[in-house]
Structures are given as C-alpha cells and as structure tokens.
C-alpha cells in the first residue's frame, strides 16, 4: 500500500519536474524511483518470506536477496549512468527519495505499533487496584 | 541399498531436497533476470531503440524473478 503511495506520489513530483525542468529531469526522476520503489518492494518481499522461518534458511533467503537487490540497483542505475542517458543526480534521487518517503511514512506506523504493543502495560498512575477481602 | 535409501530421503523431503530446490530457485532466479535482459537487448538492437528495452527487461526481469521466488519458497514453506 505505502510503495502504491510512493509510486503515485513519484508520478506527481515527476510531472511538476516536468513542467519546470523539462523531459530528461523528469524521465530521470521517474525511473530512478522505479528502481528505488522496486528494490523496496523486493524487501518487503524478503521480509515477509523470513517471518515463520528457521535462522539457517532466513539466513540463506536473507543474505541471497540483499546480494540481488544491490546487484539489481547497481545495474539499473549503472547503465543509465554509463551511458550518459540523463542526469544522473536526479535519478539518484528519485531512487534515494523513495527510501526516505518510505521512512517517513513507515515510522509512524511502526511507532504506533511499539506503542500499542508496551500500551498493554499501563502506567502505575492509571492503574486501577481491586482488592477482595476474604 | 544405499541407493534406494538415498532416493528415498530425496523423495520424503529430506536436508538434500530443500538443498536441491534452493539451488533450482536461485537458478531459475538468475536465468530470468538474464533470459529478460537479453530480450531486451536483442530488440533494441532489432529495433535501435537502445538501451529502452534492456533497462525494462533488467526492472521486468528482476521484478518477475522476486514474484517466482517469493511464490516458489511460499510452497517450500508449506503455506
């Protein structure tokens, strides 16, 4: 849902680089927040392949897919580059962009969460004692 | 005997077993990345548009090797 969100969020900031600096700034952005959205995306991927696994497998599946996805970013942004297609600052960005949009959205979430999860255990204050006399 | 026993380890699932589909997914990963990338590659050259298809068929090959991996260790995992 969060990469759907980035994804139309990239289209958006892609367009408003379009108006202002032109087709190469934002063919550059755009892919370049492909790469980062799919490289993301095969993380969340990985992760929800490790949840329920033995260490030795999650080690395997972990290790196999860290080492393809920076292959995968090293290619897809390398030959760009390489090849001088255009700019190559702004597609990191795009790329880099997508990390942090992630991040920003994520964190909120994940804080909410550690907090319901210690919420369970309220605060002395709050606490309401019930004693029975026997 | 020895044989039939290992076969049979082989067939039940066995450390040998997971071992082998591990290797055929991690293959199989890494031939489709190729396989599309090559694709791509000979239709800009088919079609002189180089480098627009060799960069989808990197994103699409990458993209369709996760989706085959994550569905193939789903099975593996039973679920």
Known sequence: M??????????????????????GHSVALLYGASVGILSFVSTAFTVSLLTGRSTSVGMMVGGASFAARMGFATV???????????????????????????NVLLVPVLLGKSRASIGGAQPASERIERRTEV | MI???????FREGGMGSDHGRFIGVGVAFIFIIAAL??????LDN?????????????????????????VQLKKLGGS
């Not at chain 1, 969060?2 to 600096?21: D, G, N, W």
Request: hydrophobic share 60%; glycine share 12%; proline share 3%.
């Open chain 2, 3 to 9: 044989h039939s026993m290992s076969y049979t380890s």
């Open chain 2, 37 to 42: 990338t090559g694709v791509g590659y000979v």
């Open chain 1, 76 to 102: 897809a942004l390398g030959v760009p580059a390489y090849l001088d297609l255009w700019p190559v600052v702004i597609m990191l960005a795009g790329f880099a962009s997508v990390y942090l949009a992630e």
């Open chain 2, 46 to 70: 088919l079609l002189g548009t180089l480098p627009l298809f060799l960069l989808l068929g990197i994103a699409g090959g990458f993209a369709a090797s996760l989706y085959y991996v994550y």
């Open chain 1, 2 to 23: 969060y990469a759907v969100f980035v994804a139309v969020l990239s289209v958006l900031i892609s367009l408003i680089v379009l108006l202002v600096y032109g087709g």
